[in-house]
């Protein structure tokens, strides 16, 4: 972790609240490196908004620092910040052509025509719009509004730029081509990146690190990977990706390993993340795609289940297989559909297992 | 090109076209209410105003022979016509004044010479006592056969008397629809009224042979020009005869002419003596005075409105209702509460005078004067000008401004670069409803104007209610009209008219 | 189809109701049009109410007399007249009879003799200024002005109005030519009888406007009749001109600090007319009720509830006190002697004439 004085952005114990009973950011603590991709995820309601409306100077906070290259930036207007911002619904003046959009940060920065040109052009041909320079906002599809907002964002250079779900208004096949034109361009300006969706795949697939937002909070900062594979509360277990959720009590910890008896009396080896003692409470999440059924991949002494198949599904890649296990009936395991992989059949009786490390014990 | 033909076999153009005609019929039958009325309601009348502005059939509907005989006589002579124009307003005026149109068309004709109005009233009561009775009584007297209806009648029927008595021909058709019409009587059973003996009595004189033949030769002539003197010397006055004269045609422009202070004289158009002009000022009164208050209402709409689009909905709704306050008062209540505030002894002043900004004595003028007029005009138009502007306002997204300002742009730039021209539609719809609708405007003026503060509408009211000049008004009107398609025309030439929303 | 058929025979039954509704001048009632307010219910009172118990008739009030000339004219076009009597000043009576807007009345034959024997024609005298008119009242423009606000010395004739030494302040006066331009000359010097003669002339009329000049800055034009009470009891002006029934309940029936002069006060009549066009029963019933309501009887009965003098000499020895105040009436009839000693007879003739010339003149004045 960097600390508050080196990180190029950073959110010091920052508050925020509209009216003054409710806090919609509960002391909110970031810091980012420069050039770093990174998206706050969270559902809506969660105050990632909110703190990106802070970054940019629209919203104020109520307690705490905001700092932008060490500078303390909270009394300073959202135009003297020089932060570049793309919005969701994309935010291009209507009565000005694209290169009237693209040019007007210049002309308030007083730059020459021909400067002004210059860059105009340099930043269209950058989000290969270079040959619609002439037309309006509304003569552009989705896709293209999209593109040149970007290009407006970036064409007065700025270090830091902020994305309001940019994408949330495209289908899905183009939101995946600009998921990667963006990281792309955004590496290569070696621009400071702030991401808001509420896309998980989004998150995972476009950032550096992803801030897991909920409840005012930063649930988890963390690379996409770790995010996924090492959630560090059952919220960013159930919020990224499919997971399975058993309940039941800490039985025994013995060093990175501990017992749990779930309440079907059936007991089972998980990591211990956050749970501290013997007797606590925990949700236990396993991927779906950890968990085995085949005896001879599991350690001999591992804690398996008895398990009932509910439902096979076939989705082409993998199969997703939905079975009874310990009083649920939501339990789901995926397997890779390969040549020797076995295809289960409803009513059919399995045992399943996985590694210890898989099964993360998590608070309640 | 090969025709593309339906899965029938018919052309694919022909089957289109019958299926959306059935759509465009039902179409127009649900329109069709709406386009009933507002060509009764909206287009007819505005046809009628522009027909009335140069209608003019009144003269020559009630004076058919003297206009005819007045196509002889020269105007710019000075000198009055001749006998033969008296002897035709005779007949003319008799009948007139059985049909009771005399007098309106001395109203008429008094709004181009003052007088006449009287002239003709007087006159229409004369006639029928002229000294012509002479002629009636020589005929009479010679031959019992003159005083019988029934053996007129047989002469008129019969082709050689007519052919023979041409003025008597045409008098006595005149005079029998007139007892047909006015009297409700037979013509056969009436004995004919002195002025068909006269026209008899001039037929006689002209050499034609009478059905009966009468000795006229001991009859002493009756002037009828000095008959119409004795009522009233004006009609020996040429300036009578020129004005009877300019107005025969059927169709004038003398409205329109009057409309912008001009008249027509006998040397053709001419200006008006300056104390009568007035309307050519009061045009562009107007004019100046709806542009202030279209201002004025830009100028004060425009924060609220923004207001309105920016506050949280309950508090806007409130503000909302504040705005249209003025619409749901009366417009009498409404200009006589500007009465009360604004008057020398009014609310403002008195406060005024109480803070110490004006002296007891020197209280402000702030009613029945241009001041007042747009103080209240502005008041009761607002609404016309926050409406249009807020439901524009209202579909512009604060992201814009937002994006704005991320871009670099201060406060002032992102809403005069950004904001604002998005808005100009709003202002566009809001300035032509408050300058239309004020241009048009009477009551308040009227009210709160005084002298200096009233518009070319007050005038048009006076001449539609108490002069009853409605050709002058129908004129004035059709200016109005004509300068607001020009000041429309010059906007969209301008502006651009598809840059006018109302909302969305 | 059952339905649809009833459906059908409703609408027509509607139809046919709205059809008799809409013609409903057939049926027992008429409607008469007159100025609203006090003047309005003093007819109600005087003639309406006992008109309708002695026939049956149903009277409708319409108070559009203001718009009267147009609107009957417009009427007259659309070949449908829904009034069947209407109360107009004398001057739109002549213009609605030079227009054939107006029935022509035969005054010793379809009018009422007077009580005391003579004829209709006798009784009104000189008061029957048209063929069409027949006469109610008569009413006069004057002035008043407010006590408190006029110094020590009150105005006691008309020429006070001009004199802005004596009396500074603001005044107000009818915005149209008629009354100012005769009371503009009367001041200037021009002896009451040539009036007319002098205004005739150019000069004459440049000459009113050149006394009008000299009080332009400090008048308030007025166009409603109630607008200088409301601006004398307001103390926006310290006097103005006014119908004298006005200023009586300003001063009797309000208790203003206001007073009224009899001095060159200007008469003028008001009473009906009946628009042509009518059909022959109508036109019947509405002269059947002119004759009730012009009788001397019913005219001095009028002046019980208002301050205006009844048309009819014989009327004038039965006025007599007012209905709720009680007061004597005859000293503020605008006919009684003691007020009509320095009248103004107002030419209606004269004005028929030069009404359109001189009221353009007027504006065109008014706005430079």
Known sequence: MLDAQNAFVAFDRVQKSYDGENLVVKDLNLSMPKGEFLTMLGPSGSGKTTCLMMLAGFETATHGDITLDGVSINNIPPHKRGIGMVFQNYALFPHMTVAENLSFPLEVRKMGKSTREEKVKRALDMVQMGDFAGRRPAQLSGGQQQRIALARALVFEPELVLMDEPLGALDKQLRETLQFEITNLAHELGITTVYVTHDQTEALTMSDRVAVFDDGRIQQLAPPDELYEKPQNSFVAQFIGENNTLEGVIQEIKGDTCIVKLDSGDTIDALPVNVAEVGERTKVSIRPERVEFNRDRLHADAHTLKAEVLEFIYMGDIFRTRLRVAGTDEFVIKTRNAPDQARLVPGEMIEIGWMPQDCRALDA | ?504 | MKTSMKLMATTCLTLTATMAVSDGHMADEMTIVSWGGAYSSSQQNAYHTPYMEMTGVNIINDESSAEAVAKLRAMNEAGNVTWDVVDVVASDAIRLCDEGLALEIDADEQLAPGDDGSTASEDFGDLLVSDCFIPQIVYSTTVGYRTDLVGDTAPTDICALFDTETYPGQRSLEKRPINNMEWALLCDGVAKDDVYDVLETEEGQAQAFAKLDTIKDSVVWWSAGADTPQLLADGEVIMGSTYNGRLFSLIEEQKQPVAMLWDAQVFDLDGWIIPTGLTPEREARALDYVRFATDTQRLADQSKYIAYGPARQSSAPLVSTHAELGIEMAPHMPTDPANATNTFLYNYEWWADYRDDLDAKFQAWLSQ
């Open chain 2, 1 to 504: 090109m090969t025709e593309v033909l339906a899965a029938d076999g018919r052309p694919l153009k022909a089957s289109l076209n019958r299926a959306l005609r059935r759509q465009k019929l039902r179409a127009l039958a649900l329109i069709a209410p709406l386009l009933i009325f507002i060509l009764v309601s909206f287009v007819m009348p505005i046809a009628d105003m522009l027909f009335r502005s140069v209608e003019n059939e009144i003269v020559a509907d009630t004076l058919p022979r003297t206009v005819m005989a007045l196509e002889e006589w020269d105007a710019d002579s000075g000198d009055v016509p001749g006998e033969a124009v008296f002897d035709a307003l005779y007949t003319d005026m008799a009948l007139a004044n059985e049909y009771k149109t005399h007098t309106r068309l001395g109203s008429r004709l008094n709004y181009e010479l003052t007088g006449i109005s009287s002239l003709f009233r007087k006159s229409g009561r004369r006639v029928g006592r002229f000294d012509t009775d002479v002629y009636t009584d020589a005929f009479q007297d010679a031959d019992p056969a003159y005083s019988d209806p029934a053996q007129w009648a047989t002469w008129m029927a019969d082709d050689t008397i007519r052919a023979n008595l041409p003025i008597t021909a045409d008098t006595y058709d005149a005079w029998a629809q007139m007892i047909v019409e006015a009297e409700g009587d037979v013509p056969a059973e009436e004995e004919p009224w002195d002025f068909v003996y006269t026209a008899l009595y001039q037929d006689a004189t002209a050499g034609a042979d009478l059905p009966i033949g009468v000795d006229l030769s001991g009859i002493e002539p009756v002037s009828l020009s000095a008959q119409f003197a004795d009522v009233d010397e004006d009609w020996l006055d040429p300036e009578v005869w020129q004005t009877i004269k300019i107005y025969s045609p059927e169709y004038t422009n003398g409205y329109f002419l009057n409309s912008v202070d001009l008249l027509k004289g006998s040397d053709g158009i001419e200006a008006r003596p300056e104390s009568e002009q007035i309307y050519v000022t009061l045009f562009i009164r107007t004019m100046i005075m709806s542009l202030s208050i279209m201002g004025m209402c830009v100028l004060l709409g425009y924060p609220i409105a923004w207001l309105l689009a920016n506050l949280k909905d309950s508090t806007a709704n409130l503000l909302m209702i504040l705005v249209l306050l003025p619409f749901w008062t009366s417009l009498l209540v409404r200009t006589s509460a500007w009465k009360v505030l604004l008057q020398q002894q009014g609310v403002i002043n008195d406060v005024l005078v109480w803070i110490g900004l004006v002296a007891d004595d020197g209280r402000l003028q702030l009613i029945n004067n241009q001041t007042g007029t747009i103080i209240a005009m502005t008041h009761i138009l607002l609404p016309f000008m926050i409406l249009p502007l807020y439901s524009v306002m209202k579909t512009i997204p604060p992201s814009y401004l937002r994006a704005a300002k991320s871009l670099g742009a201060t406060d002032w730039t992102a809403f005069w670069r950004v904001y604002f021209p998005q808005s100009i539609p709003g202002i566009g719809a809001g300035c032509i409803l408050v300058f239309i609708l004020s241009i048009g405007y009477y009551i308040t003026p009227e009210l709160v104007g005084g002298t200096k503060g009233v518009f070319i509408s007050n005038r048009i009211a006076y001449h539609i209610s108490s002069s009853l000049n409605w050709g002058l008004a129908a004129a004035l009107g059709t200016i109005l009209l004509a300068v607001v398609l020009l000041l429309y025309w010059v906007y969209d030439r301008i502006v651009g008219i598809d840059n006018v929303k109302l909302g969305g």
